[in-house]
């Protein structure tokens, strides 16, 4: 009831001021368990691409939006709530890894869409990076559920850090064709095989994005900006992205 009320209110607002774009819609279907494993490039785009879609999509946030104190601390866990993202306690990496996995395995096991963000954290520098391959991998395996590569476009640049008025302007969402894994059915367990099924999923979402992509984890290159000894190299190898749309 608060989902579809959220989405009526947020996800109509949203579509009104930034009108997104969306294309292979269509891949989405329109009853039964599907994971969407999409880039990340911003806060917003968990609340973008639920806002195209008639379904509902459920995704992972970390417990804090959920636990902080006061009115305002209120106010956002009933808002995360409404727009379907589940709480994991992040304080400790193997647990918080299993919890998020436990998590969409259920959210997949109600017949429900579950979205997942294989890079593990935004992209710092809009480049699309190497994707982690546990979490994607283990649920895909253990339900079933087919994988439907998505690309979010542009959404980085409605709020860059720093900004706190966003740029109104159209960002963009490409759904890819489903992906069967069921070949691996019972393989969860193999690591190769995690990492080549997570591996063609991101390849699937460099197709439709046209990022840049970069052979090592967001997290190792932002910590490698925070210390100050620079990002991933460009190699050239990739095209950029330059795929915004004109209205």
């Known amino acids: 009831m608060l989902y579809g009320a959220m989405k009526v209110s947020v996800g109509a607002g ?3 001021a930034f009108r997104p774009w969306v294309e292979g819609k269509e891949h989405v279907p329109e009853t039964g368990p599907a994971i969407l494993a999409s880039n990340h490039l911003s806060f917003s785009d968990s609340f973008f691409l639920p806002a195209v879609l008639d379904r ?3 995704f992972i946030a970390k417990a804090e939006y959920f636990t902080s104190p006061g009115i305002k601390g209120r106010l956002t866990a ?8 589940l709480p994991v306690d992040r304080s400790g990496a193997r647990g918080a890894g299993e919890a998020a996995i436990q998590s969409g395995i259920a959210v997949l096991e109600r017949g429900e869409l579950f979205g997942i963000y294989p890079e593990g954290t935004r992209s710092p520098d809009g480049r699309l990076y190497r994707g982690k391959p546990g979490g994607l991998g283990r649920i895909a395996l253990a339900t079933g559920a087919p994988v439907l590569p ?7 640049k409605i709020q860059p850090p720093g900004k706190v008025v966003p740029k109104l302007m159209r960002p963009g969402i490409r759904i890819g064709e489903p992906l069967d894994f069921s070949r691996y059915r019972g393989m969860e367990g193999d690591r190769f095989i995690l990492r080549s099924l997570t591996d063609e999923v991101m390849y699937a979402i460099m197709k439709l994005s046209g990022q840049e992509y970069v052979d090592m984890y967001a997290t190792a290159a932002k910590r490698m900006l925070a210390e100050g000894t620079g990002g991933a190299e ?3 190898d990739q095209p950029r992205r330059g795929t915004e749309r004109t209205a």
């Open 56 to 58: 509902r999509v459920t």
């Open 234 to 236: 460009d190699n050239g």
């Open 150 to 156: 998505v690309a979010m476009i542009d959404t980085e």
């Open 14 to 16: 949203l579509k009104l």
């Open 78 to 85: 009933a808002f995360f709530k409404g727009v379907g993202q």
